[in-house]
């Protein structure tokens, strides 16, 4: 008997390793940080506006608050390569803390605007943080 029609046109499916799965969905977070503080520069009142007058949102800029904002951002970026490499229980527990604190961090900054965009890219922030600590807590123990 012959392959069947569903097999012969079946895709290869290959099951992903959670850290590649952290390490994705850390990248999906800074591609969205990336966009959003992008287009936050055209509009009025926009980030080059805000810069030009001295702020950085609600908070003067200072070298602190520029300092806060650049470790903010760094910490999802060294995450892309930590989740690849950290000990299994580590990364876990580390994906899981830092996306809480990320997701509280995106929902309130979502929402103190009135920019439907930088409302979308908090929710979208959100479910891509929410995603991260779903899949480190669901991590699956070795088997042995």
Not at 1 to 30: F, H
Request: with cysteine; proline share 5%.
């Amino acid at each position: 008997m012959g392959p069947t029609k569903n097999t012969v046109n079946a895709l290869e499916d290959q099951k992903v390793n959670t850290r590649i799965k952290l390490s994705a969905l850390w990248v999906a977070v800074m591609l969205c940080y990336i966009e959003g503080d992008f287009t936050s520069f055209f509009p009025p009142g926009g980030y080059i506006q805000q810069s030009l007058a001295g702020k950085m949102g609600p908070f003067q800029t200072t070298q602190l608050t520029l300092l806060a904002g650049s470790v903010f951002i760094s910490i999802p970026c060294v995450m892309v390569f930590l989740s690849l490499i950290l000990r299994p229980k580590v990364c876990r527990n580390l994906c899981i803390i830092l996306a809480l604190l990320y997701t509280i961090a995106n929902a309130i900054s979502a929402f103190t605007t009135h920019w439907a965009y930088f409302i979308f890219f908090g929710i979208i922030e959100s479910v891509l943080t929410l995603l991260i600590v779903w899949y480190a807590w669901k991590w699956p123990n070795e088997k042995t």
